[in-house]
C-alpha cells in the first residue's frame, strides 16, 4: 500500500512558476520499486499524464506539451515527489495528481493512468493570462 498527499497548487500568471509536492508513505519495499508520476484533468477533458519517474533509478519521462518547461524530481530519502512548472501557460490550469504504479504495469507507457493503482487527491493549478 501506498499513500499519497500532494500540495502547492494555487494561482499563478501565465510565464510565472510553480512548485508540486506529493509526499509519500507506505510500505517501503512498495514505494521504492514503483513509478511515480503526475497527471492533471482540466474540467470536460480526459486525465493525462505529464511526467513521470522511476524511482529506482530517477529516469523521468515528459509529455511534450511540457517538456522544457515541467521538471519532476524526488527528494533524496524518496518520500517526497516534487512537479516544477514554469513557464506556465493558460492551458496548464488543471487539477494535477500524483500516482504511484508497479513497473510491470507502467513501464511500457509511463505516462498512461491505467498503470498507476495510488492516487492522490489531487491540487489545483489556475493559470491566469
Known amino acids: 500500500q501506498v499513500q499519497l498527499a500532494e500540495s502547492g497548487g494555487g494561482s499563478v500568471q501565465a510565464g510565472g512558476s510553480l512548485r508540486l509536492s506529493c509526499a509519500v508513505a507506505?510500505?517501503?519495499?512498495?514505494?521504492?520499486?514503483?513509478?511515480m508520476g503526475w497527471f492533471r484533468q482540466a474540467p470536460g477533458k480526459e486525465r493525462e499524464g505529464v511526467a513521470a519517474i522511476y524511482w529506482v533509478d530517477g529516469y523521468t519521462f515528459y509529455d511534450d506539451s511540457v517538456k522544457g518547461r515541467f521538471t519532476i524530481s524526488q527528494d533524496s530519502t524518496k518520500e517526497t515527489l516534487y512537479l516544477h512548472l514554469g513557464p506556465v501557460k493558460p492551458e496548464d490550469t488543471a487539477m494535477y495528481y500524483c500516482a504511484a504504479g508497479p513497473p510491470w504495469k507502467t513501464r511500457l507507457q509511463p505516462l498512461r493512468a491505467s498503470g498507476y493503482d495510488y492516487w492522490g487527491q489531487g491540487t489545483q493549478v489556475t493559470v491566469s493570462s
Open positions: 507506505g510500505s517501503k519495499s512498495s514505494r521504492d520499486s514503483n513509478y
